[in-house]
């Protein structure tokens, strides 16, 4: 490990048995997790694009990562990416978590910040963009697993704005929670090494500058992170027709209609009822199906419905078969009988009774 200088060395032993020093491991090795789209507003967390820089989503444990004004205790992870074009990113997407007392019920703003390279490949330079801070009102937040000393999350922020990262140029990332200690905060990490491996610093820990991660956490280490870029107008999904498969004839009967939309947009519902007559619904919040009715006569129909949101973006079509028979009336039990043993006699008459 690398030599502690006199003035860290001091605050490191007076800190040392209380702070988790610079990591800490998850119980269950190499969990992947992905980053799933889900409905969103384009303008809020879930709302993500492609994926345009994966660093893998795996972890195998926590980096210390953390800015405390209060103790204060200061500690950072990087990783480095870059782009073979001119890429735009919107979304930042990361593991995260808590050590230490009150890890359960921590949920700090979480600091993000984008540097240029430092000339050499090996660690961040100057300030790119940033930092910006969030908080839970900001991003969205997924439990992974509570191991009963520490907790781990992914984590999807949408930036105000996105940033524009130039060509064949290498930058870094870093990420950090934002509270006092105790808990302390971190960086998932992971095996997979992308470029150069992640680098750490920490006055308080003993690493005043940027440090490869095998002299810290004794192996090299790449951190868990994605970048995505914005999301393109997505059609809805063709729409989910529920309800019964039969029905009296000349009678209400009602079904729901329900389509997702990446986007967020408002969509209604265009309907087909296959008898020659056909329904517009009003728009709608694409999370909450909508209840149609409509009163057949006896046959066999196919009912075919598509959704279409507020830009104009049209799903592909959904079908659905419903029978209506003819309702069965009840005659005397002698005139069932009569026919039963007849079989023959009056054909017409046993046609027109529905027998």
């Known amino acids: 490990m690398k030599k502690i200088s006199n003035r860290a060395g001091i605050l490191l032993i007076a800190t040392a048995m209380i702070l988790s020093a610079v990591a800490v491991t998850a119980d269950t090795e190499e969990q992947t997790i992905g980053v799933n789209c889900s409905i969103g507003s384009g303008s809020v967390p879930g709302a993500i694009g492609p994926v345009v820089w994966d660093n893998d989503m795996d972890f195998t444990g926590l980096g210390a990562a953390q800015k405390d004004t209060n103790y204060p205790f200061h500690a950072e992870c990087a990783d480095d990416f870059h782009f073979d074009e001119d890429t735009e990113v919107e979304d930042v997407h990361w593991v995260g978590g808590y050590w230490?007392?009150?890890?359960?019920?921590?949920?700090?703003?979480?600091?993000?910040?984008?540097?240029?390279?430092?000339?050499?490949?090996?660690?961040?330079?100057?300030?790119?963009?940033?930092?910006?801070?969030?908080?839970?009102?900001?991003?969205?937040?997924?439990?992974?697993?509570?191991?009963?000393?520490?907790?781990?999350?992914?984590?999807?922020?949408?930036?105000?704005?996105?940033?524009?990262?130039?060509?064949?140029?290498?930058?870094?990332?870093?990420i950090r929670?934002?509270?006092?200690?105790?808990?302390?905060?971190?960086?998932?990490?992971?095996?997979?090494?992308?470029?150069?491996?992640?680098?750490?610093?920490?006055?308080?820990?003993?690493?005043?500058?940027?440090?490869?991660?095998?002299?810290?956490?004794g192996a090299a280490k790449d951190m868990a992170?994605?970048?995505?870029?914005?999301?393109?107008?997505?059609?809805?999904?063709?729409?989910?027709?529920?309800?019964?498969?039969?029905?009296?004839?000349?009678?209400?009967?009602?079904?729901?209609?329900?389509?997702?939309?990446?986007?967020?947009?408002?969509?209604?519902?265009?309907?087909?009822?296959?008898?020659?007559?056909?329904?517009?619904?009003?728009?709608?919040?694409?999370?909450?199906?909508?209840?149609?009715?409509?009163?057949?006569?006896?046959?066999?129909?196919?009912?075919?419905?598509?959704?279409?949101?507020?830009?104009?973006?049209?799903?592909?079509?959904s079908t659905f078969d419903i029978i209506i028979p003819r309702a069965r009336s009840v005659y005397h039990p002698l005139v069932v009988r009569l026919f039963e043993r007849f079989p023959n006699v009056f054909p017409i008459l046993r046609q027109l009774l529905g027998l």
């Open 225 to 317: 992170f994605q970048l995505t870029g914005p999301l393109g107008p997505v059609a809805p999904t063709p729409p989910d027709i529920d309800g019964p498969g039969e029905g009296p004839a000349d009678t209400e009967i009602c079904w729901t209609f329900h389509s997702s939309d990446e986007n967020g947009d408002l969509v209604k519902y265009f309907i087909d009822w296959g008898d020659g007559t056909s329904d517009e619904t009003d728009y709608n919040n694409p999370c909450s199906p909508v209840e149609v009715c409509h009163t057949y006569a006896k046959g066999e129909y196919t009912i075919t419905a598509y959704a279409e949101d507020e830009t104009g973006l049209q799903s592909g079509s």
């Open 177 to 217: 929670g934002v509270g006092f200690f105790p808990p302390q905060s971190g960086w998932g990490y992971h095996d997979t090494i992308l470029l150069w491996e992640a680098v750490f610093r920490s006055e308080l820990l003993g690493y005043p500058e940027w440090t490869d991660s095998t002299l810290v956490w």
């Open 100 to 174: 230490q007392d009150g890890y359960a019920s921590a949920h700090w703003p979480w600091e993000i910040t984008f540097y240029n390279d430092r000339g050499d490949g090996e660690a961040p330079g100057d300030v790119f963009a940033g930092p910006f801070e969030v908080d839970n009102t900001q991003y969205t937040e997924e439990l992974i697993q509570d191991t009963g000393t520490s907790i781990y999350y992914t984590y999807s922020v949408v930036l105000d704005e996105s940033i524009i990262f130039p060509a064949c140029t290498k930058f870094w990332i870093t």
